[in-house]
C-alpha cells in the first residue's frame, strides 16, 4: 500500500494493552465486533462509548495493536479537553486500513477541527478502510457544529461499554494481576475495592504500586500488607 505524501507521527502501543489483557465481562460482543472489522468481515465504522474508566482506550489501542500484528497500517490518538493538534494531522491518515480516534467529542464546537475531520471521513470511506471513535457519550448526544459530521458518527455500528458490578472488578483485578506475573485472592480484591478510588484505571495504576511492593519485600499481598503498603 502507498501512503499519502503526510504520514502522521507514530504512536506509541501501550504494550498491556492488548485484546488478551482486557477482561471483557459483559462486554465480550464488542471485542467480537473490532475482531471482525479487522479480518475484513464486519463493520467499517465502530463507535463505542460510555463513562471514563471503562476501558474504551484499551479497546482502541488493542485493535491497532491486532492490526499491527496481521499486517495492517493502523493509527490512534486520543484527543485532550485542554488541547487539540493541528488539523492537518489528519492529511494522509485516510490511506491508513484502521484509524482509531479516542474522545471524538473533544473536537465538537471547534469548526477547524470539525470541517477537517468531516472532509476526513469521507475521503476515508471512499477507501473502505476502518475507523473506530470512542466517546463518553452516545454519537448523537455530541454537541457538532456540523449536522453533516453529526449524521456521519451515526453511521455504522455504536456500542455502548457496559459498566462493571463488584465482583467483576474482583476478578478483573485477580485476571489483571495474573497477567502481570502476581497473585491476588478475592479477599485482598475486596480489600481493595473497599478502601480504594473504584474506578478501572485508577485501580490498574494500583496494581503496579502493589507489584512493585511485593517484589522490593518478597510478600504475598496478604490484608495485613495491603493495610501498611496503604496506610489503612
Known amino acids: 500500500m502507498t501512503l499519502s505524501k503526510q504520514i502522521p507521527l507514530q504512536f506509541e502501543y501501550r504494550v498491556n494493552q492488548t485484546f488478551d489483557d482486557f477482561f471483557p ?74 484509524v482509531c480516534f479516542d474522545n471524538i467529542e473533544h473536537i465538537a464546537g471547534n469548526i477547524s477541527w470539525e470541517q477537517a475531520f468531516f472532509n476526513f471521513y469521507n475521503l476515508q470511506r471512499e477507501q473502505g478502510h476502518c475507523l473506530v471513535l470512542s466517546a463518553n457519550c452516545a454519537p448523537n448526544k455530541i454537541a457538532l457544529l456540523l449536522p453533516d459530521l453529526k449524521t456521519r458518527l451515526n453511521w455504522g455500528l455504536t456500542l455502548k461499554i457496559q459498566a462493571v458490578n463488584d465482583n467483576d472488578k474482583i476478578n478483573t483485578l485477580i485476571f489483571k494481576a495474573a497477567k502481570m506475573g502476581f497473585e ?6 475486596r480489600f481493595l475495592l473497599t478502601h480504594c478510588n473504584r474506578d478501572l484505571s485508577s485501580l490498574w495504576m494500583l496494581l503496579i504500586k502493589l507489584d512493585k511492593a511485593s517484589l522490593a519485600e518478597k510478600r504475598k499481598l496478604t490484608i495485613p500488607f495491603l493495610k501498611k503498603i496503604l496506610n489503612v
Not at 462486554?27 to 474504551?56: C, M, P
Not at 491476588?184 to 480484591?189: E, H, L, N
Request: proline share 5%; aromatic share 8%; net charge negative.
Open 184 to 189: 491476588i485472592s478475592p479477599q485482598a480484591g
Open 25 to 98: 465481562s459483559t462486554n465480550t460482543e464488542i471485542i467480537n465486533q473490532l475482531q471482525r472489522s479487522l479480518a475484513g468481515v464486519g463493520e467499517h465504522q465502530i463507535f463505542l462509548w460510555g463513562k471514563t474508566g471503562l476501558g474504551k482506550s484499551h479497546l482502541l489501542q488493542a485493535t491497532c495493536h491486532e492490526a499491527q500484528c496481521i499486517g495492517l497500517v493502523s493509527f490512534y490518538i486520543a484527543f485532550s479537553p485542554h488541547k487539540l493538534p493541528e488539523p492537518s494531522l489528519l492529511e494522509g491518515l485516510e490511506d491508513f486500513d484502521i
